[in-house]
């Protein structure tokens, strides 16, 4: 049996400006088993959404090999990729990014009526199910904008479950929730792990949710950096707090380096390009110190 | 195929409710395009119909093979000799040959067309309809048949009096109305007045001049040889037949047909670049909505179906509406036409053609002004737009 997705030395190299390479990744091997719910973590800019965006099919790498579900992906062209996107893999999204024009419904037929394969009675029928499986039974018809965040995410999910795919992936699922709104859509995704046996990939910046996970990879400047077995324990608050100083600290690192590398480069990019960077870089640095200042004051 | 269908339906269903999110957007962009629609519906019809209408009426009206009237003036002036028709009456061929006068005269603050001519010759020349009343007799100098249009504007029954001048200046002379006139020949026109030619003379103070000489021919055949005679017999008269001066006319109904529908495509144009920036507006503004639809597997077919439907039911919507209006407009035209008493009148023509044709072209333009900024959609990048909000 083959796994759900098998990562073989796969790396992307970002081309900036002129001559400006960024390594988002290098080099990567990684296997998820099927049926696995397995949480990447990272401060940003440390190549999950990238990792993510290729596993998905929604990003080429630059080299190395994408194997989902017995299938190669690496070379696949647009349009095939899009096939791939449709029938083996479902997103899931920090911004929910549902169609605000269409009701839940619409929103969860979308992927079926792309992919062509069921009737009209058949597509809507199959969308009801995801919704009721998702508890949303009594919202399908509500636009997103008159849907909670929670309950948007959850028909992200409906949505992604539509055609059946190998993998799930979420990219900051709970990012854009409250904390409770947040444990419920995890419990709810180990719950559809468990009962369907559906792989999940996420990523995270929040502990909760790769606590729930069965298994953790963290990744730093591009490469996973260590593979512990999940913690029987629950680490204390403290232990929380100082974590994710730790990884605000790495971020904070590699925005240094960046800054230093965009500074080399500066004479080879257009300086509109240079100044966009620059001041997307400044800002990101200083709500990042801020945040270290103030975890510094609960400690 | 259903899968297209399908597809087609979802792309319909997404469109319009893109519509509707931004009316007052919308209606502004269908607004361009009904102008370009109107403005060649009505422009058509009013082309179209004066086409036909003006030339089955004037095959009508000049009964004659021939005419022959002094130059200068459109043929209004009236300085050909009546004694001419002597010598026309000579020319081999010739049946018969009719002394008329056609001028403009003042008519209750108004100009309108007046024909002096011979009662007898005006039933057999103009194939005159009455609705009411009769033609002046012979020696009736101060008869007149009116046409109807003219008739209910001045308010005038048979048996009541009107006073024609000349548009020269003049006293004018008094003229009591015999006969209203319904229609000159099959068509519905009822041109102004017919006087006897006395009657148009005095009028003039041009005794015994007349403007025109209508002839009639033995055989219509002939009609090229008897017009090269007549030339020959007065070089310095225009001389021309029937068909000439039907070519004529349409030569420049044409033209102006012509410079019509170069207005409507201007204006049609302007309105397409309206749905042009309406679709791009709508891309830019759903950017994360299609990256997203890339995502979950739409393919570039699909988003490229989706906004093309947007503009196509912008251009359906402006279609449909612009046919309405133009042939609304081409009403409206033609009863401020007959209210100000222009000598002619408007036919209403609704041709299925016209119609067709601008629904298409309607369509057509939306869907190709749409293609550009459709097609920039499909080149959105998923990885690109879903990343940050």
């Known amino acids: 049996m083959s796994r759900a997705v098998e990562l073989h030395n796969v790396s992307k190299v970002y081309v900036l400006g002129e001559g400006v390479k960024v390594e988002a990744r290098r080099g990567v091997d990684l296997n998820v088993e099927k049926g696995e719910l397995l949480s990447i973590m990272g401060p940003s800019g440390s190549g999950k959404s990238t990792l993510l965006n290729m596993i998905g ?230 709500s990042l110190k801020q945040a270290i200042r103030g975890s510094q004051e609960v400690s | 195929m259903a899968n297209t269908v399908k597809t087609f339906r979802l792309a319909l269903n997404m469109a319009s409710k893109s519509i509707g999110r931004r009316k007052f957007r919308a209606a502004l962009t269908i607004l361009g395009i009904i102008i370009g629609i109107t403005t060649i519906v009505s422009l058509m019809s009013i082309g179209y119909g004066m086409q036909t209408e003006v030339g089955s009426a004037l095959s009508d009206m000049l009964g004659a093979g021939i005419t022959i009237s002094s130059g200068g003036m459109g043929g209004m002036s009236a300085n050909i000799p009546e004694y001419v028709r002597d010598y026309v009456l000579q020319v081999p061929g010739v049946k018969d040959c009719v002394p008329v006068i056609t001028t403009m005269m003042e008519v209750g603050g108004s100009q309108t067309m007046v024909i002096g001519i011979d009662p007898d010759q005006a039933q057999s020349l103009y194939h005159v309809t009455l609705s009411e009343g009769r033609l002046p007799r012979r020696g009736e100098d101060y008869s007149v048949v009116i046409g109807v249009s003219m008739a209910e504007r001045l308010g005038v029954h048979v048996n009541d009096t009107i006073t024609l001048s000349s548009t020269m200046g003049g006293v004018g002379n008094t003229f009591t109305v015999v006969g209203i006139l319904r229609s000159v020949g099959s068509s519905g026109i009822s041109i102004g007045c ?42 310095e008269a225009s001389v021309s037949s029937q068909e000439a001066i039907l070519s004529q006319v349409n030569n420049i109904l044409n033209i102006v047909t012509g410079v019509l529908l170069a207005l409507g495509a201007i204006s049609l144009a302007v309105g397409a670049i309206g749905v042009m920036n309406t679709i ?55 009863l401020f036409a007959s209210t100000i008493g222009l000598p002619f009148t408007i036919p209403l023509v609704i041709s299925p053609t016209i119609i067709a044709a601008a629904m298409i072209l309607s369509l057509a333009i939306s869907v190709i002004a749409g293609l550009y900024p459709s097609w920039k959609a499909t080149n959105i990048r998923p990885v690109e737009v879903l990343r940050y909000e």
């Not at chain 1, 899931?92 to 024009?101: A, R, S, W």
């Not at chain 1, 039974?137 to 055609?163: D, K, T, Y």
Request: with cysteine; hydrophobic share 40%.
């Open chain 2, 280 to 334: 791009t507006m709508s891309v830019y503004e759903r950017t994360r909505e299609i990256g997203m639809m890339k995502a979950v597997g739409g393919e570039r077919s699909h988003i490229l179906l989706i906004f093309l439907s947007e503009a196509a039911i912008i251009g359906l919507i402006g279609g449909c509406a612009g046919n309405v209006l133009g042939l609304l407009m081409v009403y409206v035209i033609k």
């Open chain 1, 57 to 286: 099919g929604l990003d080429n790498p630059t080299s190395g090999r994408v194997i989902v579900d017995g299938i190669d992906i690496t070379g696949m062209g647009e349009g095939e990729l899009a096939r791939f996107r449709r029938e083996s893999v479902g997103f899931v999204f920090q911004f929910f990014n549902l169609v605000p024009i269409l009701t839940a419904l619409e929103n969860v037929e979308l992927p079926i009526i792309f992919e062509g394969k069921l009737s009209s009675g058949e597509t809507r029928e199959r969308a009801s199910d995801l919704l009721r499986l998702v508890g949303l039974g009594e919202r399908m018809n509500h636009r997103p904008s008159q849907m909670s965040g929670g309950e948007q995410q959850r028909v992200a999910i409906a949505r992604a479950l539509a055609n059946d795919p190998s993998i799930v992936i979420a990219d900051e699922p709970t990012g854009n929730v409250d904390r409770e709104t947040g444990s419920k859509i995890l419990r709810f995704i180990q719950h559809l792990n468990k009962t369907l046996g559906q792989t999940f990939i996420l990523v995270t910046h929040d502990p909760t949710v790769s606590q729930a996970s069965q298994r953790i990879v963290y990744m730093l400047d591009g490469r996973i950096i260590l593979e512990p077995p999940k913690s029987v324990e629950t680490p204390s608050k403290q232990a929380l707090i100082e974590e994710r100083r730790q990884l605000m600290l790495a971020e904070l690192g590699w925005l240094r380096n960046s800054l230093i590398r965009l500074e080399e480069s500066r004479d080879s990019m257009e300086i509109e390009l240079y100044n966009q960077l620059r001041a997307g870089y400044a800002s990101k640095l200083e």
């Open chain 2, 194 to 235: 017919f006087i006897s030619l006395q009657a148009a003379q005095s009028l003039l103070k041009k005794e015994g001049y007349v403007s025109t000489l209508l002839v009639v021919l033995n055989d219509p055949s002939q009609a090229t040889y008897v017009e090269h005679s007549l030339k020959q017999l007065f070089p």
